[in-house]
């Protein structure tokens, strides 16, 4: 529930003790009094519900008890029941409004978790009139009554949120919350938190394991355990899937070996079965907590929440890179304008690399913890977060949103259907807190002439910035997925040693709505006399044979292959389209390849395995009438033409 840290201070600093009324009770009926006292006496060993039935007896009794009342308040709000805690605590007010004037500071608590933003805000302004208030309580109402303020503003215009209920597929009796989905949206994972037959529901009895369910024929089929040696007796939960659904990383806590209280662990999926799990030790982890990890769609930046020193409040979201030998580096604080003097948890990096969704409960919002939205400015300076409005948000905790590739759909927990626990629902994100669209590409790896799947090195390159954006490697069976945010040029490459390899382009420039996904079966042809490969990547100037920056990638790629293979003798062809003469064209196109012999040249290859030869707009593999057919036949061309003796 919301607003555990008030829960704190109502056990510690603001509990009614011995001494707040056992001067001059508001009964002066013995039977009621005796009763109360034995109410009290329950309620400190924390025998709540005998506490309860007593103190509702001393009502019976005496029903202007004011101390009865004020007691069922603690006790109601010290077992979440705030409804209850808010009536008992205003029929004492109504009672005596000047007895015990932290009432009111109380009153307020309940009805803020409660959702009553008015009278909270009115019952707020009142205690902080009266002198004497404690400093933290004084601090606690003024921050309140800012969330008061924004509540009841967020409520008049609140965003659009229908949602749904995921299905029995997923859902069950017991709780089921910490939803991950893969890029593609065929995997989710989540957590299932179950209880013994024997101790049903009791805290030393649940188990908290990871469930995974697939999409298939529109619905999400029954989900399954995912199994030892990932799932074990205790606890696990809080995942990040990776955007492939081939590898996570997750929170445990109080496992032989770990470094602080919870720790973060990854795990990789191969030949069915997740791998088991390991501690990923300093310097993501450290003797505090850390938990709630997300990472990123090239697996390179993961995101966590951790109380380590050098924060900003109790709990902040922090950052760790990849390094290039596979370590991480040493976490890094989002900063300030991302965390607060305040709790910061729960954080989703969406698959765009740059949209951030969070949990807080230090800034304006509906109360606890809200979901909030920043996105990283081209600086890697973070925009203001947002707050996901109302009702999205709502005087429950709120944390643990993540959002599909397309930024349409969000998936979250909720226990919003009274039922026997929690559940994951989907709704519609509001136009207004979508992150940017992506789409992404998803491949099989295989020989072109035998067709075997082959384990090969795929890499996205981002043609607009001439950077690696994702280097890795497909799993056994050749399959592999990378995600194309938009708005730039992309260059996908697969190599594996003893073939040539594969490259494609896709043009995403501009903004544009998510595009359909591209599904590729990439055959690689064996580095033998005769095979050849299309470079995809290499680009020139309109009517130029002078080479792009965008080509560069690619050359180096040629030059790397070539490099590694040294017998190989290989011819660069140029071709073009139809447009303009015949003797134009392969005059340019000679150009073109010449230009690209010589870049290699230049980066260290023999002349003397290197050929060239333009073709013009013979041999076309487009229409030469639509502009997509004239794009196919505008191209470059490595050959193996001998291999030197």
């Not at 979201?317 to 580096?329: E, H």
């Not at 890499?459 to 954006?469: D, G, M």
């Not at 003798?569 to 392969?586: P, S, W």
Request: aromatic content about 12%.
């Amino acid at each position: 529930m919301k607003y555990t840290f008030i829960l704190l201070i109502l056990l510690t600093s603001c509990s009614i003790s011995r001494n707040s009324y056992s001067q001059g009770l508001h009964s002066t009926s013995g039977k009621a009094v005796k009763v109360y006292v034995e109410g009290k006496e329950s309620y400190e060993n924390l025998d709540y519900k005998t506490a309860e039935q007593q103190l509702k007896e001393a009502l019976k009794y005496d029903d202007k008890f004011f101390e009865a009342y004020m007691m069922l308040g603690e006790l109601y709000t010290n077992m979440n029941r705030f409804f209850e805690a808010a009536s008992n605590y205003e029929s004492a007010v109504k009672i005596d409004s000047i007895a015990y004037r932290p009432v009111y500071f109380r009153l307020a608590n309940a009805e803020l978790m409660t959702g009553d933003y008015t009278n909270a805000l009115i019952h707020y302004k009142t205690y902080l009139r009266n002198k004497g208030n404690s400093e933290k309580n004084r601090l606690d109402a003024l921050k309140n009554i800012k969330n008061c303020e924004f509540a009841i503003a967020a409520m008049k215009k609140p965003v659009l949120f229908n949602p749904i209920n995921i299905g029995d597929g997923i859902n069950s009796a017991d709780d089921e919350y910490w939803p991950s989905i893969t890029a593609d949206g065929q995997t989710l994972m989540f957590t299932r938190q179950t209880y013994s037959d024997y101790y049903p529901k009791a805290m030393g009895s649940r188990q908290e394991d990871f469930y995974v369910s697939t999409w298939s024929d529109g619905i999400w089929q029954k989900a399954y355990n995912a199994g030892e040696p990932l799932n074990t007796k205790s606890n696990e939960g809080a995942q990040t899937l990776s955007s492939n659904g081939k590898y996570m990383y997750f929170t445990a806590c109080d496992r032989v070996g770990g470094l602080g209280s919870c720790d973060l662990y990854f795990s990789a999926f191969n030949d069915g079965n997740w791998s088991t799990p390991y501690n990923l030790k300093w310097p993501v982890n450290s003797t505090a907590w850390e938990s709630t990890p997300s990472i990123s769609a090239d697996g390179n930046v993961l995101y966590f929440s951790s109380n380590r020193p050098g924060g900003f409040g109790g709990k902040d979201i922090w950052y760790s890179r990849m390094k290039a030998d596979g370590t991480w580096a040493i976490p890094v604080n989002l900063g300030k304008t991302i965390n607060t003097e305040g709790n910061e948890m729960s954080p989703f990096i969406h698959f765009d690399g740059k949209t951030l969704y969070f949990a807080s409960d230090g800034r304006p919002g509906m109360g606890g913890f809200d979901i909030y939205m920043s996105q990283m400015q081209d600086d890697s300076t973070w925009s203001e977060p947002k707050n996901l409005g109302y009702p999205i948000n709502t005087y429950n905790d709120e944390m643990g949103l993540v959002i599909d590739v397309t930024g349409t759909t969000a998936y979250f927990s909720s226990n919003r259907e009274n039922g026997d626990g929690k559940d994951i629902f989907y709704f519609t994100l509001d136009e207004s807190i979508r992150p940017d669209p992506v789409s992404y590409l998803k491949g099989k790896v295989a020989d072109k002439e035998t067709g075997k799947l082959l384990k090969a090195d795929y890499e996205l390159i981002n043609l607009s910035t001439n950077k690696v954006t994702v280097k890795n490697t497909t799993d056994e069976a050749g399959n592999f997925l990378v995600c194309l945010p938009s708005g730039y040029n992309y260059g996908i490459n697969v190599s594996k040693a003893g073939y040539l390899f594969y490259s494609e382009n896709f043009m995403l420039e501009g903004k544009h709505s998510v595009m359909e996904p591209f599904v590729k079966r990439i055959a690689l042809s064996q580095a033998k006399v005769g095979a050849k490969m299309l470079l995809a990547n290499v680009f020139y100037e309109v009517d130029s044979w002078e080479l792009k920056k965008e080509s560069m990638q690619e050359l180096n790629n040629l030059a790397d292959l070539l490099f590694n293979d040294k017998d190989i003798v290989v011819e660069i062809g140029g071709y073009t389209d139809a447009t303009g003469t015949d003797e134009y064209n392969l005059t340019l196109s000679g150009k073109r390849a010449l230009s690209v012999v010589n870049y290699l040249i230049s980066k260290g290859i023999s002349s003397d395995r290197l050929k060239y030869k333009g073709y013009g707009n013979a041999f076309p593999v487009g229409d030469n009438v639509t502009s997509e057919g004239r794009k196919l036949n505008r191209r470059t061309e490595a050959k193996i033409i001998a291999r030197k003796k």
